[in-house]
């Protein structure tokens, strides 16, 4: 945001927001954690209990079970996109937003919440879509990357000068996306919010 690579100073500015956050986090990766857990051990039993023996004995499959089963598998599938979807909204909105307003979490949400997803549904919508675009057209410039540089691109610290301007996209996107909600919403100082958002739209 402000073209500097200090590290020490703001983490001690902001570290009951990234402490908050971090908790925040964890808290979410624990709820997932569990409800895949406790999703593949039901769909398990039930390839154990009813599916397997049917396919061992040529035995016809129950369909109650197979119902349950690929009920099971949508709702994983669901689960995972809505998981997904919160990651996005966490880290895109929620934690610029946190470091604009200097808020705790659920502060940041019922504002990303309020002013980006229920007045901005379709330009969050079409945001979404152009993010997995984007990370698209970014995980096949990594790997032509790598390829073209022999692996060396793969080696973390090397990797990521190499790959920075992919980076530092994935990272401005959402916060030009943002500074088009008004000015509380601006991230930048004015002298680099200009030059952003046209090399942005470029």
Same mark, same amino acid.
């Given at each position: 945001?402000? !073209?500097?690579?200090?590290? +020490?100073?703001?983490?001690?500015?902001?570290?009951?927001?990234? !402490? #908050?956050?971090?908790?925040?986090?964890?808290?979410?990766?624990?709820?997932?954690?569990?409800?895949? $857990? #406790? $999703?593949?051990?039901? /769909? &398990?039993?039930?390839?154990?209990?009813?599916?397997?023996p049917s396919l061992m004995n040529g035995q016809p499959w129950h369909g109650v079970t197979v119902a349950l089963f690929i009920a099971l598998v949508l709702l994983l599938l669901l689960f995972g996109v809505a998981m997904e979807v919160v990651n996005v909204l966490l880290l895109d909105f929620v934690t610029p937003v /946190?470091?604009?307003?200097?808020?705790?979490?659920?502060?940041?949400? @019922?504002?990303?919440?309020?002013?980006?997803?229920?007045?901005?549904?379709? +330009?969050? #919508? =079409?945001? =979404?879509?152009?993010?997995?675009?984007? !990370?698209?057209?970014?995980?096949?410039? @990594?790997?032509? #990357?790598?390829?073209?540089?022999?692996?060396?691109?793969?080696?973390?610290?090397?990797? %990521?000068?190499?790959?920075?301007?992919? %980076?530092? &996209?994935?990272?401005?996107?959402?916060?030009?996306? /943002?500074?088009?909600?008004?000015?509380?919403?601006?991230?930048?100082?004015?002298?680099?919010?200009?030059?952003?958002?046209?090399? @942005?739209?470029?």
């Amino acid at each position: 945001v402000h !073209n500097r690579g200090a590290i +020490g100073q703001p983490w001690h500015t902001y570290r009951r927001e990234g !402490n #908050a956050l971090f908790r925040f986090r964890f808290l979410l990766g624990l709820i997932s954690a569990v409800v895949l $857990t #406790a $999703t593949v051990s039901t /769909m &398990l039993v039930l390839v154990w209990g009813d599916l397997r023996p049917s396919l061992m004995n040529g035995q016809p499959w129950h369909g109650v079970t197979v119902a349950l089963f690929i009920a099971l598998v949508l709702l994983l599938l669901l689960f995972g996109v809505a998981m997904e979807v919160v990651n996005v909204l966490l880290l895109d909105f929620v934690t610029p937003v /946190m470091h604009r307003h200097r808020l705790p979490v659920r502060a940041a949400w @019922t504002r990303v919440l309020r002013h980006v997803v229920q007045e901005h549904p379709k +330009g969050l #919508a =079409l945001y =979404l879509l152009t993010k997995i675009l984007l !990370n698209t057209g970014v995980s096949l410039l @990594t790997l032509v #990357a790598v390829v073209c540089t022999c692996c060396l691109a793969a080696v973390p610290y090397i990797g %990521s000068v190499i790959l920075l301007p992919l %980076s530092l &996209l994935q990272l401005i996107y959402p916060l030009v996306f /943002m500074e088009q909600l008004g000015p509380d919403w601006q991230f930048f100082p004015p002298s680099r919010s200009g030059d952003l958002v046209e090399g @942005t739209r470029g």
